[in-house]
């Protein structure tokens, strides 16, 4: 058992650093970010076998930041009836498989009080624990079965300088996953699995495109500058250190396209799927037929008011500074700052696709009611008039 936290000494005038040793939870500890509470709980918790969970997180109304959050044991909470030992199917063999049974040892949850609740107050620029409590109702877990614990991963900063190091000299995932299984005597002690792994060097990648890459999809695009006699437009905008932070090309055949079909343009930047995870942006919009066109490309490493900016104003140039009427997008703001300075003229509209897709969460309640979807999406969707759609929404 440990001890709860009417024993532990007041240390208010102590801000941790994350680089410090890890140390025993103090109330009203103060720390110069979330982050770092959090990191300091994570590690305490590790280091006495057990495993930590977010409760709850309070946002302020006006801005949404984070002021306050709840840490608890992983065993907080009751069980709901569940067994703890759960049996699921699984499917065994490829050719002609049968089902199976898997056991799953889950450890039971107990009502575990303890907790830390860490805030940000009004006027303060650090965090602050104010309640605490470090004493199990449970027996904490041996080194040797924490892996059995359900627990967040974390990689800490110094785990990330190192997997950079090792990527940087070449070493692959599985490798790095050895390294740090021996340095913490055992894989179920890193903290963290090869996906998160991964994900860092995802993250790496992101911020360091790799010069062959670069140079190799430029080349591409210079080369077809050339080919179509300085038609086909492309630009490009580096960073401090010359890494390629933004990239933007229209090829003749999209610049002819929007002359012809202009109005309306969509501005998406949801796709993903390139191995460095930079946004990837195509400027879209309908043809006659309805059918989908391009009219540009961009492709960048991050979604700051400034990037947006600089992409929207190069879109511009290579359309020769013709605004369309209307642009769609999603509900980012930094988006929406940019596009009020960039295209003043233009109407900003949001998409409501995605829009919808937030519907069966936000109206839960009365998605449930008969009728209500069909008259809902008859309002939003098949108003054809401003009078119609408010009668249809006063309606509902």
């Known amino acids: 058992m440990h001890k709860s936290s009417d024993n532990l000494h007041d240390s208010s005038d102590n801000i941790v ?34 495993a930590i969970k977010i409760q709850n997180t309070q946002r302020r109304v006006n801005d949404k930041s984070i002021y306050g959050r709840m840490y608890v044991c992983n065993l907080a909470g009751g069980n709901r009836g569940k067994n703890p030992v759960e049996e ?35 006027k303060s620029t650090h965090w602050e624990i ?7 109702n449970h027996e904490v877990v041996t080194p040797s079965k924490m892996s059995l614990i359900r627990r967040e991963r974390h990689v800490t900063a110094a785990q990330r300088n190192l997997i950079k190091t090792l990527h940087a000299s070449g070493v692959p995932p599985r490798q790095q996953m050895n390294i740090f299984g021996q340095m913490h005597g055992g894989a179920e002690q890193v903290g963290f699995n090869s996906q998160h792994l991964r ?60 002359r012809n079909f202009g109005d309306v343009v969509a501005f998406d930047t949801t796709y993903r799927t390139n191995r460095y995870a930079m946004p990837f942006v195509p400027f879209t919009g309908v043809n006659h037929h309805y059918q989908s066109i391009v009219f540009g490309f961009a492709l960048v ?30 509900q ?39 009728g209500f979807k069909f008259d809902f999406n008859n309002c939003i969707y098949h108003s054809l008039t401003e009078v119609v759609f408010e009668d249809r929404w006063k309606a509902i």
Request: glycine share 4%.
């Open 17 to 50: 650093d994350e680089d410090e040793p890890i140390s025993i939870p103090c109330l009203n500890q103060k720390f110069a970010n979330l982050q770092r509470a959090e990191n300091l709980f994570r590690a305490y918790a590790l280091n006495h076998g057990f």
């Open 88 to 122: 699921e199917e699984i499917l065994i063999g490829s050719v002609g498989s049968v089902k199976g049974k898997r056991r799953r040892d889950v450890l039971p949850r107990s009502g575990c009080k303890v907790r830390m609740y860490v805030v940000n107050k009004k």
């Open 130 to 136: 104010t309640s605490l409590e470090l004493e199990h």
């Open 199 to 258: 994900n860092v060097v995802r993250d790496f990648r992101k911020d360091n495109m790799g010069v062959n890459d670069a140079q190799a999809g430029l080349d591409l695009l210079y080369r077809l500058k050339e080919e179509s006699g300085g038609k086909f437009f492309i630009k490009t905008l580096l960073d401090d250190e010359q890494r390629l932070k933004c990239l933007v090309w229209v090829d003749p055949r999209s610049m002819m396209a929007y």
């Open 301 to 330: 490493r991050d979604e700051l008011k400034t990037t947006f900016e600089w992409v929207l104003s190069t879109w511009l140039e290579a359309m020769e500074g013709k605004e369309p009427l209307a642009i769609i997008t999603d």
């Open 332 to 370: 980012d703001q930094a988006m929406a700052a940019a596009i009020e300075s960039q295209l003043p003229n233009t109407s900003h509209l949001l998409c409501s696709w995605h829009i919808s897709n937030k519907f069966p969460e936000k109206l839960a309640t009365y998605y449930s009611k008969e």
